[in-house]
C-alpha cells in the first residue's frame, strides 16, 4: 500500500520538525572577508547578551541581492558603500543607520611554494592566470579593477582573470594551487595557510566597508544594538587584531 | 559526525522529507488523469510537467525568484499575507519540490498505465464511482511505482542545488543544504570538510537507489509473471 511510503518518510519528518521554526536568532549577512572576525565577534556578543547571531557569509554584492529579493536578514556588513547605498536608496536601509569605520588593503598572493617572484603589478603579466572576485559586480574585485586600470594594465589582464564568487573563492585557489596568484585583502592573506603575500598594494583604491541594521528586520532593537557593539570598542579591537584598519575615533 | 555536519544533514533530509510528501497528493492525481487522458491535451501537459527535468535548475530557480520576488504580484500577495519564502528554509522545500515533481509522476503515471482496464471497468461496473475506483482498485495496483516514484523525488530533493540556491540562497543552518555546503566549503578551500559532507551523501544516495532498484525489480517481475 502506498502507506509504506509514508512509513519511510514520515520519521524523517517528525524527527526534523523540530526545527522548523526560525528561534530569533539575529542574521547577520556579512562579505567573505569578515567571516573570522565576525564569527569571534558575534560568539563574544552571545556571552555577554545572551543573544544569538547566526552568519551567512558571501560577496556583498549576492547578499544585497539577496536582502532585495526579500531574505530576512537583521544587519548587513558590506566591503564597500556602493551596495548599502544601493540598499538605503530601495529604503530597506534607513538614511543614517549606516557605519563606516572599516578599511582594509589589498595584496597579491601566492602560494607558498610558488616560483612565480612577483614584486609589482607590471610582473602580473608573466602569471598565466590570476584569480580575483568578480569585478562587475564583487568589492574585492572592484577595487582589483580599479587599482589595475589606475595604473593602465587592465586591458592586458583581464584575459588572464579568473573571475570567482567571493573574495574567499579567490584565495581557495592559490592555496590548492590550481592558479598562480591572486589578488585579495591583506585580512584574507593573513588567515591563508598554504599562501603568502608576494607584495602588497600601494596607493590602491579607497576601500571602506558598511555595516548597518536592516529596516525590514523583525527583531531591529537587536540588529541596532549589535551593529553598535561591532563599531563599538569591542568590535574595533577585534578589527585591528584580524589585520584591518580602522577609522575615527569612536 | 561534527554537529555542523549532523545539523546540515537533518536539515536537508527535513526539506526533501517535506517537499516530497507534500507533492506525493497533486502528483498522484497528476499521474492518473495522465495515465487516463488521451490526446494532445496530454501531451502538452506532460511536457509541462517534464520540464524541470531538462531545463537547467538555475532557469527554473529565476523563475520562481522572478515570480515570488517582493515586487512582483505574487511576492507582494505573500507580503501581505506576512509569508516569508524566499531565502528562508521554504524556498529550499519550494525549489525541491518543482524539482521533485516529475520524478515522482513519471513513474506513478507509468504504473497506473499499467494497470488492467478491465480490473477498472470490474470496479465500475460493481458501482464504484470515479474516485471510488481509483481509491480501492487503482492505488493498491499502482503502490509500487508510486512508492518508486517517490523514493526518486526524495533522492532527488536531497541534492538539488541550481534551483535551491537561487530562490534560498545559502544560509548556514537556515537554508543551506548538503549539495550547496559542499559547493560552499569548496569554494573556499574546505576541501576535507566539504569530503566529510560527501561521505555522508554517497551513503544516502546509495541506500536510496539500493531501495528503489529492488522495488523496480519486484516490479518487473511481478509483470513478467
Known sequence: ?250 | MPADDLSILLLTLRAAAIATLLILPPGILAAWHLARRRGAGRTLIETILSLPLVLPPTAVGLLLLEALRRSGPLGRLLDRAGIEILFTWKAVVLATAVMSFPLLVRPARTAFEEIDPRLLAMGRSLGSGPSSVFRRVALPLAWRGILVGTLLAFSRALGEFGATIMIAGSIPGRTQTMALAIFQRTQIGQDASAMRLVGVTVVIAFAAVWTTEILMRRRTQKAAA
Not at chain 1, 558575534?42 to 547578499?63: C, M, N, P
Not at chain 1, 595604473?151 to 564568487?165: A, D, F, I, N, Y
Not at chain 1, 603568502?196 to 540588529?223: D, H
Open chain 1, 1 to 250: 500500500m502506498p502507506k509504506t511510503g509514508f512509513a519511510l518518510l514520515l520519521p524523517t519528518l517528525l524527527l526534523t520538525l523540530g526545527a522548523a521554526d526560525p528561534k530569533p536568532e539575529l542574521l547577520v549577512f556579512g562579505a567573505a572577508s569578515l567571516t573570522e572576525s565576525l564569527q569571534e565577534l558575534g560568539k563574544a556578543y552571545e556571552a555577554t547578551t545572551g543573544q544569538r547571531v547566526i552568519f551567512s557569509f558571501g560577496a556583498s554584492s549576492d547578499l544585497a541581492r539577496q536582502i532585495q529579493a526579500g531574505a530576512p536578514a537583521d544587519v548587513f556588513f558590506s566591503a564597500d558603500t556602493a551596495k548599502m547605498e544601493a540598499l538605503e536608496k530601495a529604503g530597506l536601509v534607513r538614511a543614517g543607520d549606516r557605519r563606516e569605520f572599516l578599511s582594509n588593503s589589498l595584496v597579491v598572493v601566492v602560494a607558498s611554494n610558488s616560483k612565480f617572484r612577483l614584486t609589482t603589478a607590471e610582473d602580473l603579466v608573466n602569471v598565466p592566470r590570476i584569480a580575483l572576485a568578480d569585478p562587475a559586480s564583487v568589492p574585492s574585485g572592484i577595487y582589483a579593477k580599479r587599482w589595475l586600470s589606475g595604473l593602465g594594465l587592465w586591458e592586458k589582464l583581464e584575459p588572464k582573470v579568473v573571475p570567482t564568487l567571493d573574495v574567499r573563492s579567490a584565495l581557495a585557489p592559490v592555496e590548492n594551487g590550481a592558479i598562480p596568484a591572486a589578488i585579495v585583502y591583506r585580512t584574507d592573506a593573513a588567515i591563508a595557510k598554504s599562501a603568502r603575500i608576494a607584495f602588497a598594494v600601494e596607493n590602491g583604491p579607497e576601500i571602506l566597508y558598511s555595516v548597518a541594521p536592516l529596516a525590514g528586520s523583525k527583531n531591529s532593537k537587536a540588529a541596532g544594538e549589535f551593529v553598535l557593539f561591532l563599531s563599538g570598542p569591542r568590535g574595533r579591537a577585534e578589527f585591528v587584531r584580524r589585520g584591518f584598519t580602522v577609522r575615527g575615533a569612536q
